[in-house]
């Protein structure tokens, strides 16, 4: 166990439904990532918070947000879903959100969403 | 902006030495990671580098030049549970974010 919470685990939806995925971080961190990873590709950043900030955007789509709360954790919401947004979705913390020493990243498990 | 190449596919040998090049352009840097990848899994953290040179952890080691903006990872006694993706990423100087490459398909063969 990474101390990454991601929940579900696993979903299942149909096309232009929405859905909403769960990140808690890891105890004492700060700081959460969100990755889209499509069938063999690589990671693909969509967004940080920290401490229930935005701090950095990648590509993320309109049809795309998320949000961290002030107990840190952070959800992504999907809408509109498409087919083409079935992917491992992982959330991954770290301490720190800024210019800083060395602090790794700490990955969850993933959420794995099929568009049908 | 940033951008990371490494190789697509690699195979080696049970019990030999692979090296996975990365080379990288990047507007603001603050360390080189490589993660491990296994399909459907959830990356795991192998090492970090960020001044020239190598770090050795066991069987895995990892080399960086900032000049040349190259890195690669060097797996030695390869065993069959290596067979994994592994990715390389560099940090942003600004926000902490990392930015993958697509990652390198390793496959060991007995």
């Known amino acids: 166990d990474s101390g990454v919470t991601q929940t579900p685990k696993h979903l299942i939806t149909a096309t232009g439904q929405r859905v909403t995925l769960r990140c808690s971080p890891r105890s004492g961190d700060l700081s959460v990532y969100w990755y889209q990873q499509s069938l063999d590709q690589g990671l693909q950043f969509l967004i940080q918070?920290?401490?229930?900030?935005?701090?950095a955007k990648g590509n993320i789509l309109e049809r795309f947000s998320a949000q961290q709360f002030p107990d840190l954790h952070s959800e992504l919401n999907l809408s509109s879903l498409e087919l083409g947004d079935s992917a491992l979705y992982f959330c991954a913390s770290s301490p720190r959100g800024g210019v800083a020493p060395y602090y790794g990243y700490t990955f969850g498990s993933g959420t794995r969403l099929t568009v049908v | 902006g940033q951008n990371i190449d490494q190789p697509t596919e690699m195979t080696a040998t049970e019990g030999a030495i692979v090296q996975i090049n990365c080379t990288y352009q990047?507007?603001?840097?603050?360390?080189l990671f490589w993660y491990q990848q296994h399909a459907g899994e959830a990356p795991t953290f192998l090492s970090y580098n960020v001044l020239d040179g190598l770090e050795e952890k066991g069987r895995f080691s990892s080399f960086l030049s900032r000049s040349k903006g190259y890195s690669y990872l060097l797996l030695k006694e390869l065993q069959m549970k290596d067979s994994a993706s592994y990715l390389c990423a560099v940090r942003d100087y600004n926000t902490d974010k990392l930015i993958f490459g697509t990652g390198t398909r390793l496959q060991v063969f007995p």
């Open positions: 990047t507007s603001g840097f603050n360390g």
């Open positions: 918070y920290y401490n229930g900030e935005e701090r």
